[in-house]
């Protein structure tokens, strides 16, 4: 078969036949579910009854009209800033952990660990550890004479719940962020840091001028990463603390999954999925655009 074809013909087969069964994958499993979500999301379907009565903008009015749906996006803003001071954190560790410390193998893999922690069994483990009466924090913070913050409710008060539960994500992610920012780091030429060196730049001003503007397209996949990952908090939630108090720590993605599986409104959880997905599209272009210009002043 192929004998009869001229090279450039046979490169292009071959291409197009590595490329079928990936395109296919991604249609079957991203593309086809994505289209019937954005189906049901116009219909009442109650995820039972073959029939679909279709309600056009009913679910999208209901969705915005309704303050209790978009109410719980304040919720996930703990989630961004801790993410904010997660990517802050992973910078400084990668510069440092970077250079020629010693041992610094060994604390890549300690601060890496906790990446490949089962996302679960992490939040039953700091489910014990933010326990109110028997919790390890409490009980370090009254062994440091620190008798009222040893007795804070960490799960139980409808302020502080959500830093609380995002201060555990920021313990697990800060690791992974870190990798890349040290891959990125490696990837920056030696000669720059020489040159630097040679002008008599010192360490703030070549982290400043070198570094951070070398490291600016990881720091907006990382950027990218921390606010789909704030917008679509579900598990820690959901383990520890069912959203409570009082519904002080449901996500969006729990008043999603509610929607559907609790009161059966499939096509208003459609719809709420579709409204998500269009925030994040509009957040992280507004990102891109803000980063990107100011790339090019």
Known sequence: MFGTLNYKKQKIIIIISFLLIPLAL?????????L????????NWDGYNPEKPWVGLANYREVFANPD????????????????????????????LNSKLKGRYFFRILLFLPYIMNGVA??????????????????????????????????????????????????????????????????????????ATIDGANAAQTLWKITLPNMKPVIQLNLFLTVTGALEVFDLPFVLTKGGPAGASQTYVMRVVDTAFAYNNYGLASAMSVVLLLFVIVIVGAQQFVLGRGGKD
């Open 26 to 34: 991604l249609a079957t499993f991203t593309y086809y579910p994505a």
């Open 36 to 43: 019937k979500l954005i189906y049901f999301s116009f219909t």
């Open 69 to 96: 749906i978009l109410k719980v996006f304040e919720h996930n803003f703990a989630y961004f800033a801790v993410g904010i001071v997660q990517n802050i954190l992973a910078i400084y560790f990668a510069v440092v």
């Open 122 to 195: 992490v939040a039953f483990m700091f489910g014990f550890v933010f326990d109110t009466t028997g919790g390890s924090l409490n009980l370090l913070l009254n062994s440091l004479g620190l008798h009222t913050l040893g007795e804070t409710s960490w799960l139980g008060k409808e302020g502080l719940v959500n830093y609380t539960l995002a201060s555990t994500g920021l313990w697990r992610f800060m690791g992974y962020n870190m990798v890349i920012y040290i891959a990125s780091l490696q990837a920056i030429p030696r000669d720059l840091y020489e040159a």
